[in-house]
């Protein structure tokens, strides 16, 4: 395993009186791709600025590469920004704007023509050099800001929600231009967005973050199937979150049915959140499922029908590949290992949390 | 129909606006030197302006306070805009309307403000502090103008200067300047027009020899308005206009992508122009000015000169040179309008006036509140100059000849058009004569308008009776529906152009008046009137006593006083310069030279005390405003 590149040591922020983050611990490794996911007013772009250099912690500490950088002017940090706006200089062109560091960096004529050459290539924008960054398009634009900041060979690229301003089918071209870039560049990025698609599809490791607290770091495939609290659930994908008792080990009794699952080491009858995702759930003929409902609702979505089930008196989202008419009576079907099972939030800041979404 | 009414509505208030100017424009290329008429086109005045070297030295004075105090402004106004832009919006609201408040502060009250902060810092009126002054005044404007550039201006393209390794010195030039550079720029030329363009503040924080354009023009007027004049406000009018112009078609906020290009390429000219065109202006202008004072030698520093404080257009500019010639002293000169505006400046001590010139009456006030040191006349051997006549008059002021040397004097009398009267005028009672109503002149000026008033009552014009004063208030009253106007210098020009039938003139310009129109007669009335002295005196706090003392000799030489009289046209008191005046039709003119009969009713002004001054100033506020 990789060695911690960057420490994150209990980082405070307030701005004014607004708490903005709370004691915040996080480490990032070499070459990873690092996502802080949550919504906006969550610390997630305080974070990355005060990585980056543009904030000071009220306290805390950052380390890189075991060195406190903490009170290090964003000019002297190894790292570059992409930022949410391209922020361009409008007044350079295309090979001034990306020449820019370089040229602070006293490096070669030569060197920086090399550099714009190739960067301009990375990002498949060749012979744009002349060109003046308003003549361009917004996908052009984020490109060359990107080709801006790798140009100076940093350790870590911090991207400030970069494809936000852009639209879908671009957005999706640029996911898999990032991901190509990161393997060909092999440097760090820490990647801020509230696009919870974004995040799934590019990253190594999610943090997802609400309040100025991260709810849950993990894989993006930990943190979809198994949401560690109510937030994340409901933030990452569609769910049925819906309130629980656990009976026993392996079975949870939900709006009064029991459900077999595979979550163990409960306390008998405590309260617990489950949560079930919408394309989990089996409908079936009212007789053979465990719960029965009415179709309330039905959308086509291209790939599924969505669906409202109305089941004890709760809507249940289901999505499905066939088709109910809305007024069919169905069954319900959740195979044990589909529920997720979550305690309910302790601290007061988790409730915030849930209540917030 | 609709579009037509509001052109022509549009039309009106252009021609409204700019009428006055229009005729000052036409004017300044009328060969004919008085208003009335049209002499032909000519650009003499223009030749003539570039001539004056005092005129020239203003310009001079005005343009290097102009651009330095740009210059300054600009830089401090655009450091604080940054700074405002990056403090809270709160704070930002209350700054701005701080900075805001002497931008629509009455000028007056700037001027006085600062004037009086120099002087709490012990410094000389003079060029500095008028520099310090245009660009206290001109920061908000660039800050005005720089703020809103600086708030479209994206916070992030700093900060992404900074993550490639910009310091953030480097950065603000690199990137936001450029973004900025016409905000600064409008900033620059605007503040560049505020100095250019103010009179009041200038006229406050000035000192003695030091003149702008503005306050050049303020003291060249005050005598009658010379055709040079109309040709110098018209440039400054031009120029103005030309930076205005400059400022409003500053580039609109939304552009076209084609508009940006040249946009750029503005900018890349605009950044020429501050790297190579400004400074290269900037060292053109100071080399020429340095040219121009070395030239004058009108600042010279050192200890051997002499500050006059004199009337305008009171002293022939010739005699001066000719001081400054033969006794290698340099003169500072400096004129004041009235023995009222003169007073305050001496008594702050503000400037050390070395000499000056006040009436008598206010030469008795400064006696008593000791403002004036006694004058050494074994330094003045030319005092003999001087009719015993005169030294005896001055007594009423000077009771022991001890502070002053008389300059002038004159009477206050009727001029009037012999075509336009039945008879001739002997009495002070025509003034209020229904048969001229409409046709009179009269001084707007308190003791004047009184002292008329006490005399052709028979009363002393020094009176301080309440009843005599109310008296002569009443008759005030009842004159004023057949006043033409209350004028000070224009009852001149009137009574040349024929535009009135009566005046109540000085001596002195009777005789200008009469050489013009020959229609004109001056008279001392029968009642009596006021004939006044003015004098030389050298202030308390004078530096340069001697050379003061040295100047004032100088003045009573003959020669010297029959140039200052040929110039000024007042009686002169000196009684060998008389000798040397060659038309006999002038040495023997009884309006400069009156027989002592006719003077006979004739009193000087005196000093009546604060009390009596507020009584007068009021009971003459009064008659004004019914």
Known sequence: MPNKLIDIKNISKSFDDNLVLDDLNLYIRENEFLTLLGPSGCGKTTLLRILGGFEKPDQGRILFQGKDITDLAPNKRQLNTVFQKYALFTHMTIAENIAFGLKIKKKSKSYIQDKIRYALKLVNLDGFENRYPDSLSGGQQQRIAIARAIVNEPKVLLLDEPLGALDLKLRQDMQYELIRLKNELGITFIYVTHDQEEALTMSDTIVVMNQGYIQQIGTPEDIYNEPQNAFVADFIGESNILPAIMVQDKLVQILGTNFPCVDTGFGKNEPVDAVIRPEDIDLVKPEDGIMEGVVTHLIFKGVHYEMEVTAHNFEWLVHSTDMFPVGTKVGIKVDPFDIQIMKKPESEDEEAAAADE | ?626
């Open chain 2, 1 to 626: 129909m609709k579009k037509t009414l509001q052109k022509i509505y549009l039309a009106l208030i252009l021609i409204l606006l700019y009428a006055p100017i229009l005729t000052l424009v036409v004017l300044s290329f009328n060969a004919s030197k008085t208003r009335s008429k049209w002499g032909g086109f000519t650009g003499e005045w223009y030749v003539a302006l570039f001539q004056n070297e005092s005129i020239m030295n203003a310009l001079y004075t005005t343009l290097i306070i102009a651009f330095l105090s740009a210059l300054f402004a600009t830089i401090l106004g655009t450091m604080a805009a940054i700074g405002l832009q990056a403090t809270k919006k709160k704070l930002r609201s209350v700054f701005l309307t701080i900075a805001n408040i002497p931008m629509l502060n009455a000028e007056i009250v700037t001027g006085i403000s600062l004037m009086l902060l120099f002087l709490a810092f012990r410094m000389t009126l003079g060029f500095t502090t008028i520099l310090l002054a245009h660009i206290t005044f001109n920061i908000p404007y660039v800050m005005l103008s720089v703020l809103p550039k600086l708030k479209q201006t994206d916070i992030h393209t700093y900060e992404a200067a900074q993550d490639l390794g910009a310091s953030p010195l480097y950065a603000f030039f690199k990137v936001v300047f450029p973004d900025i550079l016409p905000g600064v720029l409008s900033g620059f030329l605007m503040a560049f027009t505020m100095s250019l363009d103010d009179f009041i503040i200038t006229h406050f924080t000035k000192g003695p020899g030091v003149d702008t354009l503005s306050t050049k023009i303020y003291s060249e007027v005050r005598k009658g308005i010379k055709p040079e004049m109309y040709a110098l406000s018209t440039l400054m009018f031009v120029t103005v206009l030309f930076l205005l112009v400059l400022i409003n078609t500053a580039p609109p906020k939304k552009l076209t992508k084609e508009e940006r290009q040249k946009q750029r390429k503005a900018v890349r000219i605009s950044r020429t122009i501050f790297r190579k065109v400004v400074p290269a202006m900037l060292v053109i202008v100071i080399v020429a000015g340095g040219f121009f004072y070395n030239s004058k030698q009108n600042f010279a520093n050192g200890s051997n000169r002499v500050i006059v404080y004199n009337w305008g257009e009171y002293l022939d500019p010739e005699a001066i040179t000719m001081f400054e010639e033969e006794t290698g002293i340099d003169v500072v000169y400096e004129e004041y309008e009235t023995n009222e505006i003169m007073y305050p400046k001496v008594e702050s001590g503000a400037i050390a006036y070395d000499v000056i010139c006040p009436s008598d009456y206010m030469i008795q006030r400064m006696i008593d509140n000791d403002l004036l040191a006694k004058i050494n006349f074994d330094n003045i051997p030319n005092i003999k100059n001087i009719g015993q006549t005169y030294m005896e008059q001055s007594r009423q002021f000077d009771a022991n000849n001890e502070y002053s040397v008389p300059y002038c004097w004159g009477t206050v009398g009727i001029l009037y058009n012999k075509k336009m009267v039945k008879e001739p005028i002997e009495s002070w009672s025509v003034l209020w004569d229904e048969d001229y109503k409409d046709s009179i002149l009269m001084q707007d000026s308190v003791r004047d308008a009184f002292g008329v008033t006490l005399k052709y009552l028979g009363y002393s014009l020094n009176s301080t009776d309440r009843d005599e004063l109310y008296e002569a208030q009443e008759l005030l009253i009842e004159q004023k529906p057949l006043v033409q106007a209350y004028v000070i210098d224009q009852v001149r020009d009137k009574m040349i152009n024929n535009e009135a039938a009566i005046g109540v003139i000085y001596s002195g310009e009777a005789i200008y008046c009469q050489q013009e129109n020959p229609d004109l007669e001056y008279v001392i009335p029968k009642e009596g009137s006021n004939i006044w002295i003015d004098s030389w005196v050298i202030p308390k706090n004078a530096q340069h006593k001697e050379n003061a003392e040295k100047f004032i000799n100088f003045l009573c030489r003959p020669d010297i006083a029959l140039m200052n009289f040929e110039f000024i046209t007042y009686s002169t008191p000196n009684t060998a310069a008389r000798e040397l005046i060659e038309d006999p039709a002038i040495r023997n003119s009884r309006i400069a030279f009156p027989d002592a009969s006719e003077l006979e009713g004739c009193e000087t002004f005196k000093f009546l005390g604060d009390k009596n001054d507020r009584i007068y100033n009021e009971l003459w506020r009064q008659v004004k405003s019914k």
